[in-house]
């Protein structure tokens, strides 16, 4: 294992880092038993987020013991005003068994108006930064989907890391906020290695990954075998040969139109769908169980059901998704799904 220098933040980090999402679907001795092995093999960098159901909690067992000086955890909040969020801190040093994060992220910040919040009077940036000096955040971050807002995120200034999707599908932060993030110091955490899911082959993914070393990927995991599959790729040569490019293309043809980018310009909808993450719900069906996944997207999935079809998201989408057809037939496999797990 390789280690370096996030932006100019002063962590060091494993080229590598570990996604905490899929511990919601482990027990917590299975949960302990990936960490564990994480931590055998190298990896240093540790990301989850207050929403992630348990998997704080699971991180704050298997890091304890003496193991937190090694290792730079990140964790995150969605919450834009100042009470709310070090509400969230304090319950996430609590679950993490630490008393301070290395990153602690405002979690998906993708439009003004949440942007406009955070900094207003009251709003959650000030109390996180005096939660800085105090001691219990080393590194304020962010995270996002939206690619402009991204970008005026580290013009910013405000923040030391960002996190946004770079896989082989989506490459569109390469052009710019790649290099802005590079020039401005900051340090890039690269969410959505396998886009979600969409990918599943972990020798193409990184063999894209692994040609952009300043952006470090935060792979999920569930299992010692997935972790092993990610991490040897890292002990031999990147090859990225015509087979592999095929391979990439034959993922981009086979995805095609019908792949949400999550760029969120359908929202808001007026009829209060939330559509970026309904239009997520099967990849969430490949990464949780479906009932795991029923239950952790039941708010999202719900809100389908208020689709009055007025088309408004149809105009809105650039890459002309047909959104009320997809919305409802995940909302199908949502409701199959729990019926089958009986809620």
Do not use: W
């Amino acid at each position: 294992m390789h280690y370096l220098d996030l932006g100019s933040t002063g962590l060091r980090v494993s080229e590598v880092g570990f996604g905490g999402i899929p511990l919601i679907r482990l027990d917590r001795q299975q949960a302990v038993r990936v960490v564990h092995h994480a931590l055998d093999r190298g990896v240093t960098l540790f990301d989850t987020a207050n929403m992630y159901l348990d998997s704080e909690e699971k991180l704050g067992e298997a890091l304890a013991g003496g193991v937190r000086h090694q290792v730079v955890l990140a964790t995150k909040t969605a919450q834009r005003t100042a009470g709310p969020a070090l509400e969230h801190l304090e319950q996430s040093l609590k679950a993490l068994r630490t008393d301070y994060v290395d990153i602690y992220q405002c979690h998906q910040l993708s439009r003004e108006a949440e942007l406009e919040a955070l900094l207003a009077p009251g709003g959650a940036y000030n109390a996180l930064m005096r939660a800085k000096d105090a001691g219990k955040i080393r590194r304020l971050g962010v995270s996002s989907h939206s690619l402009s807002m991204a970008v005026k995120l580290v013009e910013s200034g405000l923040f030391s890391t960002i996190q946004f999707p770079l896989n082989f599908i989506e490459t569109d932060a390469l052009k710019e906020l790649a290099p802005k993030t590079q020039a401005n110091g900051m340090g890039y955490l690269a969410m959505k290695p396998f886009a979600g899911g969409m990918i599943d082959s972990a020798s193409v993914a990184f063999a894209f990954l692994r040609q952009h070393p300043e952006c470090i990927p935060l792979p999920g995991f569930d299992s010692v075998e997935g972790l092993d599959e990610v991490l040897d790729l890292y002990q031999r040569p990147n090859v990225v040969d015509e087979g592999v490019l095929a391979e990439m293309q034959r993922y981009r043809d086979e995805l095609g139109g019908r792949f949400c980018r999550r760029c969120e310009y359908c929202q808001p909808c007026p009829h209060g769908v939330l559509i970026t993450p309904a239009m997520m719900y099967k990849v969430l069906a490949i990464r949780m169980s479906p009932a795991t996944a029923a239950r952790f997207a039941a708010k999202n999935m719900e809100s389908v059901r208020l689709c009055q079809d007025c088309g408004q998201c149809l105009e809105k989408c650039p890459y002309g998704l047909p959104i009320p057809d997809m919305l409802r037939e995940h909302l199908a496999l949502y409701d199959a799904h729990r019926s089958a797990a009986g809620f």
